[in-house]
């Protein structure tokens, strides 16, 4: 906490000026903390050129050799603004907040382990429903209350298949989930935030995302330029997270096509004439 104080103290200032006030992230908190992490592991990994391969430091004039150390020091700085708003406006998160996000990681991971098996069922739907309804969600311990009731209730109706699916399954994290979320539930509701200090403590936390996510990004399009000839480098900084989300929403989109055909009276996708076999080596997926 010493540390990450520092770190706050360091890009307060530097985070005000952005002058934004909004809320950038487009996928979950944690997930652009690691997200940050990765890309400040890129540019060490990546900085000196190897044979034929080039290196960022061809370009530091445009992303500095300290980018990686910078980037790391704003990542725990956004750790300290996000804890210190989460004391005023949902102080049940800091006490309970870290197990409840270990739960819901468990199951929605042995959910995915499930269900990725080419067999299209109702509860790939439902899974994929419930991964976009919370794809959005912060930190705050109503979201993490209704996520641990989904999950957990997703996985109940399929108790017996996810412990064949994998023997040490642990079946106990079903009534933890529920029993979680009950107490993020009342915790949420005996806590009344005072209006000032919750809306400073959240302009400051947002700021700092700005400055993380500015720092994300200029990361990933130097790497873009760098290593255009080494697609599967630059994948490694992209985000995978939004990846899947895509291939997500593809399939919904595909399941929808395709219960609507019979529905409107048009032929099933299997009848269709295929396609000739391609000579092309194909493309690196997206």
């Keep these: 906490m010493a540390k990450q104080g520092k770190d706050y103290a360091r890009w307060v200032k530097a985070a005000a000026g952005t ?3 909004d809320n950038p992230l487009k996928v979950p908190y944690d997930v652009a903390v690691r997200e940050a992490v990765a890309a400040a592991a890129f540019v060490t990994k990546y900085w000196e050129p190897d044979g034929e391969r080039p290196g960022l430091k061809r370009v530091k004039s445009r992303l500095p050799a300290s980018s990686s150390e910078e980037l790391l020091s704003i990542v725990r700085a956004v750790q300290e603004a996000q804890t210190r708003l989460l004391l005023i406006i949902d102080p049940a ?3 309970l907040g870290e197990r409840a996000r270990f739960v819901v990681d468990e199951l929605e991971s042995a959910l995915e382990f499930l269900l990725d098996d080419d067999v299209d069922e109702p509860a790939d739907a439902q899974l994929t429903r419930i991964k976009e309804f919370h794809a959005q969600d912060g930190q705050r311990s109503s979201a993490l209350s209704q996520a641990l009731r989904d999950y957990a209730g997703l996985a109940e109706s399929l108790k017996d298949r996810l412990l064949e699916a994998d023997e040490e399954f642990d079946v106990r994290l079903l009534a933890e989930a529920r029993k ?3 107490d993020l539930q009342r915790r ?3 806590t009344a935030p005072e209006g000032g200090a919750s809306a ?3 302009t400051i936390r947002n700021q700092m995302l700005h400055l993380m996510t500015g720092r994300i ?7 873009a330029h760098v290593f255009r000839r080494h697609p ?9 997270y939004e990846r899947r989300r895509r291939v997500a929403a593809r399939r919904e989109k595909a399941r929808k096509a395709a219960e609507a055909g019979p529905a409107q009276g048009q032929p099933a996708a299997a009848s269709a004439t295929p396609a000739p076999p391609s000579t092309s080596t194909g493309a690196l997926p997206s």
Excluded: M, P, Y
């Design 19 to 21: 002058g934004r006030t």
């Design 93 to 95: 998160v800091t006490d």
């Design 180 to 182: 979680l979320a009950d």
């Design 188 to 190: 949420a509701i005996e």
């Design 200 to 202: 400073a403590a959240t």
């Design 217 to 223: 990004a200029a990361i990933r399009k130097t790497a």
């Design 232 to 240: 599967e480098i630059v994948r490694e900084v992209t985000s995978a």
